[in-house]
């Protein structure tokens, strides 16, 4: 009975650990260029998507969102598929639900670790 409660949490963790790493990368690639940490090449101390957050949330919400504890996969979903201000929304053909997931299983990841 160890040895099966033992395989099952080590595939849970190896499926978590996969998809906090599909997560990161894609949010490097899709969601970093305006959301992501680091100065914008505008001359502003923060990128774009970034700088707007910071704006609206002033001290209330972290501008970063790989330091947000609140952004579930739903809550994700909602602002990727509709848009937001500037923010372009994102067919599924571009950002699939899947990979929406796995995005909020990095955040919840970083946003722990404080990255």
């Given at each position: 009975m160890g040895l099966t409660l033992l395989a099952t949490t080590y595939t849970a963790y190896a499926q978590d650990s996969a998809a906090v790493a599909r997560g990161k990368a894609k949010f490097d690639h899709s969601c970093a260029p305006c959301?992501?940490?680091?100065?914008?090449?505008?001359?502003?101390?923060?990128?774009?998507?970034?700088?707007?957050?910071?704006?609206?949330?002033?001290?209330?919400?972290?501008?970063?969102l790989e330091?947000?504890?609140?952004?579930?996969?739903?809550?994700?979903?909602?602002?990727?598929?509709?848009?937001a201000w500037s923010m372009p929304p994102f067919r599924k053909t571009e950002l699939s639900d899947a990979e929406i997931d796995d995005i909020a299983a990095y955040f919840a990841v970083s946003s722990r670790a404080g990255n």
């Open positions: 959301h992501g940490k680091g100065a914008g090449d505008d001359g502003r101390e923060s990128l774009p998507g970034t700088y707007s957050l910071k704006i609206k949330y002033g001290e209330t919400l972290p501008a970063a330091d947000r504890t609140d952004l579930t996969s739903e809550v994700i979903s909602v602002f990727v598929r509709m848009g």
